[in-house]
């Protein structure tokens, strides 16, 4: 079965610390990876992707994630986070062709980033 | 604006009652998708069309829930005899497809839905 799962569900850092957000998924065929982000009261919106090609991938923001194909995994980064990086994070797969491209969420990963 | 937009944003309603939700996609994309979020979990897919065609729809769309994409622009989901469970964020977004080549799916801002 396809499914994304998110290891950490709150993760509250102070600003300056280094985040790592944890994302592994299950899924038989091509995978295409993405990293959304919802800030509060706003709609999700894309961070990064991975379709192909060189495996740590450099979104908005100053985040970036590297697909590991030998651990199904795609885990989000930052060195250094501000305040304004206080929302919730989903990490998401997409299906082939044939499945319609829907997405898979994972559970999402709030976190707090306290000034 | 030229992103996805949703209406109404919030909607609430009692038990029993039909509601109806519109998206409007971004232009020239012929991919629509419905999801639904529940609080604390990720938006999980519910249907999507190709187009004005109706492709697939999830389990998780009961034979009260019917959506439609009349003219291949906007959509509308309806949900009849609404449950309490029916209680969501429930999320439209919109992609171009071309050939077996996609682009990522941008998301409108939702309609809350509560039912009392």
């Known amino acids: 079965a396809q499914s994304v799962s998110q290891h950490n569900h709150h993760v509250i850092l102070s600003e300056a610390a280094s985040l790592e957000l944890g994302c592994n998924y299950s899924y038989g065929g091509t995978v295409n990876l993405f990293w959304y982000v919802q800030y509060p009261g706003q709609h999700l919106q894309l961070l990064l992707k991975y379709f192909s090609g060189d495996p740590l991938v450099k979104g908005i923001k100053g985040f970036e994630a590297e697909f590991i194909k030998s651990k199904f995994s795609f885990n989000l980064r930052k060195p250094s986070v501000q305040w304004s990086d206080t929302a919730e994070y989903f990490c998401?797969?997409?299906?082939?062709?044939?499945?319609?491209?829907?997405?898979?969420f994972g559970q999402g990963t709030e976190l707090s980033v306290k000034p | 604006d030229t992103g996805v937009s949703q209406d109404p944003r919030h909607k609430i309603t009692k038990r029993g009652q039909n509601v109806t939700f519109r998206c409007d996609p971004i232009?020239?994309?012929?991919?629509l998708y419905w999801y639904r979020q529940t609080l604390g979990q990720g938006p999980e897919f519910l249907t999507y069309f190709q187009n004005e065609a109706q492709l697939e729809k999830s389990r998780l769309l009961s034979d009260r829930f019917s959506a439609e994409r009349p003219k291949g622009s906007f959509s509308t989901l309806e949900i009849q005899r609404t449950e309490q469970g029916d209680s969501a964020m429930y999320l439209c977004a919109s992609s171009l497809i071309r050939g077996r080549k996609f682009n990522e799916q941008f998301f409108g801002p939702g309609t809350r839905l509560t039912v009392l």
């Open positions: 232009s020239e994309h012929n991919r």
């Open positions: 998401a797969v997409k299906t082939g062709y044939n499945q319609g491209g829907k997405l898979i």
